[in-house]
């Protein structure tokens, strides 16, 4: 399941801040600049856009953990970048460094980490929840 995976892969994700991405938008904030939960959902998406293509057909990653801190802020009409680079490999469970990056300076870093689980059991058990709320 992990052989095509080596530490060292990198991935990235790239978003320009407007106003559907603030921590006003997002509730988690009174004032408009980059939101941390957006900061964090984009780092999420830097890990998965280096691992996800070359796991075997019928497997994805799902976020187990997230430990970050955001360092600077971001104003709107500004861009920020995510990074990832793949440190661990601990059977199904990954960890990732990841970085974010804004048009001047470092905004955010921490670590990440994924699980590789089957898709289609995985939304199996999210269904069966479902019927159960």
């Known amino acids: ?9 990198r991935g990235s994700a790239k ?14 904030g ?9 900061m964090i ?19 994805t990653t799902v976020g187990i ?25 601990d059977g199904r469970r990954l960890v990732f460094t990841v970085e974010a990056f804004d048009d001047r300076e470092q905004v955010g870093k921490g670590t990440h980490e994924r699980f590789i689980v089957p898709t289609a059991k995985f939304l199996q058990r999210v269904a069966e929840k479902a019927k159960h709320s």
């Open 1 to 9: 399941m992990t052989a095509n995976l080596k530490t060292g892969l």
């Open 15 to 28: 978003v320009k801040v407007d106003d559907s991405n603030t921590a006003t938008a997002y509730g988690s």
């Open 30 to 38: 009174s004032v408009s600049v980059f939101a941390t939960p957006a």
């Open 41 to 59: 959902g984009l780092m999420e998406k830097a890990a998965v856009s280096s691992v996800n293509q070359l796991l075997p057909e019928g497997y």
């Open 65 to 89: 953990r997230v430990d970050v801190e955001h360092i600077a802020a971001t104003p709107v009409d500004g861009s920020v970048e995510a990074r990832s680079q793949l440190r661990e490999i």
